[in-house]
């Protein structure tokens, strides 16, 4: 009986080891299933993390073209002024750089020599010379 005590006992054993190495291996299933799950939450809080940079990207790009086109606008307006105010200086300058007509100038004639006395006008009214008495008009 002896040795069939000691079968059963190593049977008893074994069946104790087998629960114990079914339990290890249980418990590290159960391990292996829980950093399986945190991955898969890691990996979909990445993926929605990426969706959103996506997002605020394209939101951005939006924003900048926009901005862009406010600032080629306000661009082609301010070359617009300057060529307009640049094109009138131009055709201002063009217009002082032409030949002028000139307009009669006076002229000084010949000096006659002058006579003696008092001069006088069409009317042959004589004027008075500072030499003479009295009024400055005589008739």
């Not at 391990?31 to 969706?51: F, G």
């Not at 939006?62 to 640049?86: D, N």
């Not at 006008?121 to 008739?139: D, E, P």
């Amino acid at each position: 009986m002896c040795s069939g005590g000691k079968r059963r006992r190593e049977k008893v054993r074994a069946e104790n080891e087998q629960k114990r190495l079914n339990k290890i291996a249980e418990n590290r299933q159960k391990d292996l299933d829980r950093i399986a799950d945190q991955r898969m939450l890691v990996a979909q809080q990445q993926q929605a993390q990426s969706a959103a940079l996506q997002q605020q990207m394209a939101d951005r790009q939006v924003a900048q073209t926009a901005k862009v086109k406010g600032l080629q606008a306000e661009q082609a307006a301010t070359l617009g002024g300057i060529k307009s105010r640049g094109q009138s200086v131009v055709s201002s300058l063009q217009i002082l750089g032409q030949k002028q007509p000139m307009a009669p100038t006076a002229s000084q004639t010949a000096s006659r020599p002058s006579s003696r006395g008092s001069a006088s006008t069409q009317a042959n009214v004589a004027r008075g010379s500072a030499r003479s008495r009295g009024t400055n008009l005589s008739i």
